[in-house]
């Protein structure tokens, strides 16, 4: 099976890949960003255990609400419809719990 006939057997349009560059693009803007201020591995792992509880909380949130979570939960709906709701609103009440 060669390239041309991969490409044609996806969905994957050219909105799509701008989506996901820009997404990785923001990502690692970020993570440079950040990486400024990590001296040591606590730092890293912890944000030197100095982190409040609304950036904890943010993070959280953002970790859970990957790209791929994001693009799941969308499929998700286009098959399964709003029976599939239930599934972003659970982890949604989760994460504000914990």
Not at 7 to 31: E, H, K, P, R, S
Not at 57 to 70: D, F, K, R, W, Y
């Amino acid at each position: 099976m060669n390239i041309d006939e991969l490409v044609l057997q996806t969905n994957f349009t050219v909105l799509d890949l701008f989506i996901v560059a820009v997404y990785l693009a923001v990502t690692v803007a970020i993570g440079l960003y950040a990486n400024r201020y990590i001296t040591d591995m606590s730092d890293y792992l912890v944000a030197g255990r100095s982190i409040k509880s609304c950036l904890g909380i943010a993070t959280m949130i953002g970790t859970e609400l990957g790209l791929v979570t994001v693009m799941y939960m969308g499929q998700k709906g286009v098959t399964d419809g709003f029976a599939a709701f239930h599934i972003g609103v659970a982890a949604g009440l989760d994460a504000l719990f914990l």
